[in-house]
């Protein structure tokens, strides 16, 4: 089976935008989502627009803010605390990589946690560690509720994540771990890739290789979630895992694009009304 990330991510929009009728219906405002850009790094532009797409499909009000790569640390903490305390807006997303001169911890740490739409700030950090309520980084929110629209059960499986960033691996492995399942995490100095891998019953893949994982890295009937966004040798989009080496031997697999990326952007919406309930409320 092909999960169809993109069909699936629909569904949910639209799910969402009976909840923002709800909020229309019920509410003096809509909820906000306020994403701010700094430079012109390619793929940001390209994420942040069809994070505009995202809110205007469901409804929901968007701001885009754009600063040259020359805009300054403490310029972009002034403007964070403003939309702090701006009553209007829900979700605060700055846009990474930022540029060299810029602290990414000090900027993630200086958004409200309320606000906090990615996940990423140490107070939701430790609430999703705790197990606890908590706003939760969106691809690692996508990869789960894509395996419950596929009616997958993790309870007692064996899940290897290979990648260990913040936002990404941690999280889905604590996650996964929630669900029940057995979770190891692999990276660039783990020893026997290839044979931790192959007993996977899932395996996510985060390390931003093209086409690393061929059909020896992984068990027949496994579930296979691909968060690469790579070039292959012909500047097509691929993931970390060969698709066409593996597709026949899983029983269930994201391809790239059009897997885990719609999921994504779909959660970053989700997290965004559920912060506007939160703080309203709801």
């Known amino acids: 089976m092909i999960i169809n990330g993109k069909e699936i991510a629909l569904k949910i929009k639209d799910q969402l935008k009976n909840d923002v009728e709800t909020i229309r219906e019920n509410y003096s405002r809509m909820p906000k989502l306020v994403v701010i850009l700094i430079g012109d790094n390619p793929a ?17 009000e968007s701001e885009i803010i754009k600063h040259d790569s020359s805009f300054s640390e403490r310029q972009l903490l002034e403007e964070i605390e403003i939309l702090n305390n701006d009553e209007t807006v829900d979700g605060i997303l700055v846009q990474l990589p930022l540029p060299k001169h810029i602290s990414e911890e000090k900027v993630l740490n200086a958004i409200a946690f309320d ?5 990423f700030h140490p107070h939701n950090v430790a609430n999703l560690f705790l197990g606890q309520n908590s706003l939760v980084p969106c691809t690692p929110k996508g990869m789960l509720v894509l395996l419950e629209k596929i009616n997958y059960d993790l309870d007692g499986k064996e899940v290897v994540v290979v990648g260990r960033s913040n936002i990404v691996g941690k999280p889905v492995a604590l996650l996964c771990l929630q669900k029940n399942a057995t979770v190891t995490i692999a990276h660039s100095k783990t020893k026997d890739l290839k044979k931790i891998c192959s007993r996977a019953d899932v395996l996510i893949t985060a390390i931003g290789k093209p086409k690393f994982f061929n059909h020896e890295y992984i068990k027949d009937d496994a579930i296979v979630l691909d968060v690469g966004i790579n070039r292959d040798e012909n500047n097509k989009l691929c993931g970390d895992v060969d698709f066409e080496d593996v597709k026949d031997k899983v029983k269930a697999i994201t391809p790239v694009p059009g897997g885990i990326g719609p999921m994504t952007i779909t959660m970053l919406m989700q997290n965004t009304i559920e912060a506007f309930y939160k703080r309203n409320g709801g």
Do not use: H, W
Request: glycine fraction near 14%; charged fraction near 35%.
């Open 44 to 60: 940001s532009l390209t994420y942040v627009r069809n994070k505009e797409r995202g809110c205007d499909y469901i409804g929901i």
């Open 115 to 119: 606000k906090d739409v990615d996940g």
